[in-house]
């Protein structure tokens, strides 16, 4: 059994500051690349950022230089800082982890259950 919880999200004003973060628990032999999608209204789920095991990064365009996505491996957490948040960054997120879990040899991708960021004008 695996399971990813989300915490933080919620609404904020343009330009204000919110942060993500995202445990995974349960049968783990490796954890290895992290990171987080988004689904706005009526738009299909996109990358937000994403981060490996040995701390490499990939954001998406719309979010570089504002958002910033880090994590602990020893604790199995990624974790995504937003600022200068936008209206356009309405959306659910979701954390998502690719995981082998312990007696098993394929790595599979696990879910967060979503969290939901809403930015005000």
């Known amino acids: 059994q695996v399971q990813l919880v989300e915490s933080g999200g919620g609404s904020v004003q343009a330009g204000g500051s919110l942060s993500l973060s995202c445990a995974a628990s349960?049968?783990?032999?490796?954890?290895?690349?992290m990171g987080w999608y988004r689904q706005g209204p009526g738009k299909q789920r996109e990358l937000v950022a994403a981060i490996s095991s040995g701390g490499a990064t990939n954001y998406a365009d719309s979010v570089k230089g504002r958002f910033t996505v880090s994590r602990d491996n020893a604790k199995n957490t990624v974790l995504l800082q937003m600022n200068g948040l936008e209206p356009e960054d309405t959306a659910v997120y979701f954390c998502?982890?690719?995981?082998?879990?312990?007696?098993?040899?394929?790595?599979?991708?696990?879910w967060g259950q979503g969290t939901q960021v809403t930015v005000s004008s």
């Open positions: 349960g049968s783990l032999f490796r954890v290895n690349g």
């Open positions: 998502y982890a690719k995981i082998v879990r312990i007696g098993q040899i394929n790595e599979y991708d696990y």
